[in-house]
């Protein structure tokens, strides 16, 4: 079993020389195969999702009693789903 720093220091190495053989050569370690999956695994890590809310500007996204207002007057009631969008911009 290797320890996470011998891995970090593993995987260091072949991003810098991006060789396997080169990497286990240098270092005396690991298999071949143990040192694919580690390269396997950081690759498999999950990317962390960006974003695109703006802070400086205000949320477009309506609340959800207006949403429902909203449905029941178009649906509902029957009112021009146009006159509605416009009168609550």
Known sequence: MFT??????????????N?????IIQLGYPTKS????????RSAKP?????????????RQAPL???LTTLKR???AGEDV?????EIG
């Not at 996470?4 to 020389?17: C, G, I």
């Not at 990317?47 to 949320?59: A, C, E, G, V, W």
């Open 65 to 67: 009693a207006l949403k």
């Open 82 to 86: 146009s006159k509605v969008a416009k």
């Open 34 to 41: 143990t040192l694919f999956n580690w390269i396997k695994e």
């Open 47 to 59: 990317k962390p999702r960006r974003s695109y809310h703006m802070p400086d500007r205000p949320s």
């Open 4 to 17: 996470k720093q011998e891995k970090e220091k593993a995987l260091e190495l072949y991003a810098r020389t």
């Open 74 to 76: 178009c649906f509902e």
């Open 19 to 23: 060789s396997v053989k080169k990497t």
